[in-house]
């Protein structure tokens, strides 16, 4: 059995929760052994962290020790997987640099905030992509500074919103990709501002079952 580590919390409007439930259900429906926790505890214990399969952050904004995030980054690199979707992970903990070179990427903007309505443009034929169509979502179109390291497996083109941004010209950003860090998978999809996203659009919340599986070893991309 594969065990999971989920930890929740920072800014409630990204429904921490409720995100955590879809998630522990997803991974619940895999066999996997889940863990939650409401605050960052568990971070602590750097060797448990490396009995792991897969550690799920579902934390918007805060902050965090720096011996915290050194127990991930190892527990990551020794092999353990590391998945997360929208603020909560990549909008965690803005002060620290290594957090974001770990997930690989972080969130700077999000024009015309929630509701707005943008294309998702999947690259076709892989392994988190087959047999799903494009699709639309009506959410926070999240803008990130990306790590040229990853590799992105789906995209939405920017502006769709006008404001200062537009004179730049149109822009496809990642919105789902993977990475490693040392044997670790890392997946990362920006979509998610509520667990209502994953109600709305059935292709993103199973790319982001694809995406659990492949980080914790249980697929092959």
Known sequence: MKHALIFRGGWDGHHPVEVSQLIKGLLEAEGFEVAVSDDMEPLDQAEY???????????TMGS???????NICSAVE??????????????????????????????V??????????????????????GLEDF?????????????AVKVYATTVFPVVDGPFAANGKVAVPVVYTKYWGKGRV???????????????????????????????????
């Open 49 to 59: 962290l490396k009995t792991l399969d897969l550690i799920v952050p579902i934390w």
């Open 136 to 148: 639309y979502v009506s959410s926070e179109q999240y803008y990130i500074h990306v790590d040229p």
């Open 78 to 107: 020794s092999g353990v997987g590391l998945c997360g979707c929208h603020g909560g992970m990549c909008d965690s903990f803005r002060d620290n640099v290594d957090w974001q070179f770990l997930t690989g990427s972080q969130w």
């Open 109 to 130: 903007a999000h024009p015309g905030g929630d509701g707005v309505k943008y294309k998702v443009n999947l690259v076709p034929d892989t392994y988190f992509t087959k």
């Open 187 to 221: 997946f990362y999809t920006s979509l998610g501002h509520t667990e209502k996203v994953f109600e709305q659009a059935p292709e993103a919340k199973e790319i982001l079952r694809r995406g659990l599986l492949w980080a914790a070893g249980s697929a092959e991309a």
């Open 64 to 70: 965090i020790a720096d011996r915290y995030v050194r």
